[in-house]
């Protein structure tokens, strides 16, 4: 058997841990709210601040690095927190120091600050771009998909005339596709969630059609042997051996499914929408609140992800293996 790797039991390890991490954050931090704001402050000595911002991130690394260690649940869960707010500190400091403009770079502080401010139109986005195009287009474009897949591997000649097509669509980028559909739809969010649907339908397609017909000859024989209906082979065998290309392409699907959207978005919209956001901002130099939308499409990204990950771990499982 393979040894199980356990935190490090050295004398002092976790003290040395706690305390690479407390110089690193508390280090950062202390540094982030001594600097000057860009712009309302005299310029400090950048290189210095450099020299001293880059060491405090390379303790916080020793110490992120020690936190690592073992296989518990903080083990795996904290060396990525503290990697972020490593990130975020580090950046908020070097900014300051550089005294680069809000219109180039704004700091993390005034992108949190813009966060809070515009909260209600951000949400609002984030509901029409997430919830109305990707999240919509996304089950439509699903359900196609796999219903397509069915007819695909039950009928040879659309195997052979339909799905070479399906591989070809699938190749189209996004920005070729999203003008014409725009227009041809209309400026409200239905376009947007055609886009998206049509983005996820081909990579569903043939991620199920390659899981539907990976399943093993020795299996469907036996299945034949013990004179099982169609019905119930595809149950018991088929579908079992398809989850995990299908789940496979749900978690590229998920993510294409946001970036359709708000890449949809710059070509034509109602007003409303995280890509809608982003594209007039960046026109006014108001790039707090577009990284603060870059924020929130990231955040509902994430989350899409996970709950499509969390969805594959519960149900696969359970199909097991024929």
Do not use: C
């Amino acid at each position: 058997m393979t040894p199980t790797r356990t935190v490090a039991t050295r004398p002092g390890a976790a003290l040395l841990t706690a305390t690479a991490l407390l110089i690193g954050v508390g280090g950062l931090l202390l540094a982030a709210l001594t600097l000057p704001v860009p712009g309302e402050g005299t310029p400090p000595n950048a290189r210095l601040w450099l020299a001293g911002i880059l060491a405090l991130l390379a303790v916080g690394a020793v110490g992120v690095r020690g936190a690592a260690q073992g296989e518990s649940r903080a083990a795996r869960t904290l060396p990525a927190a503290f990697t972020l707010l490593l990130a975020v500190l580090g950046t908020e400091a070097l900014l300051r120091a550089y005294a680069v403009p809000a219109g180039l770079i704004p700091t993390p502080g005034r992108v949190l600050s813009a966060l809070w401010t515009a909260r209600t139109v951000l949400l609002q986005d984030t509901y029409t771009t997430f919830v109305l195009e990707a999240l919509l287009g996304f089950l439509a474009g699903t359900a196609l998909g796999l219903i397509m897949a069915l007819l695909v591997v039950r009928f040879r000649f659309l195997e052979r005339g339909l799905l070479p097509y399906a591989a070809l669509f699938s190749s189209i980028p996004i920005v070729a596709l999203a003008p014409v559909i725009v227009k041809a739809v209309g400026l409200d969010w239905p376009s947007k969630t055609v886009v998206v649907a049509v983005t996820v339908l081909f990579p569903v397609v043939v991620g199920a059609v390659r899981g539907l017909q990976s399943a093993s000859w020795l299996h469907l024989d036996l299945m034949h042997t013990y004179a099982a209906t169609p019905a119930q082979t595809f149950r018991d065998v088929r579908v079992p051996s398809a989850l995990p290309f299908v789940f496979g392409a749900l978690k590229v699907a998920s993510t294409l499914a946001l970036i359709s959207a708000i890449v949809a978005e710059f070509f034509g919209t109602n007003g409303h929408g995280l890509g809608f956001r982003i594209q007039i901002e960046v026109g006014r130099f108001g790039l707090d609140i577009v990284w603060a939308a870059i924020v929130l499409a990231s955040v509902a990204g994430i989350a899409f992800f996970a709950l499509v990950n969390a969805l594959e771990t519960r149900l696969l499982p359970r199909a097991g293996r024929p």
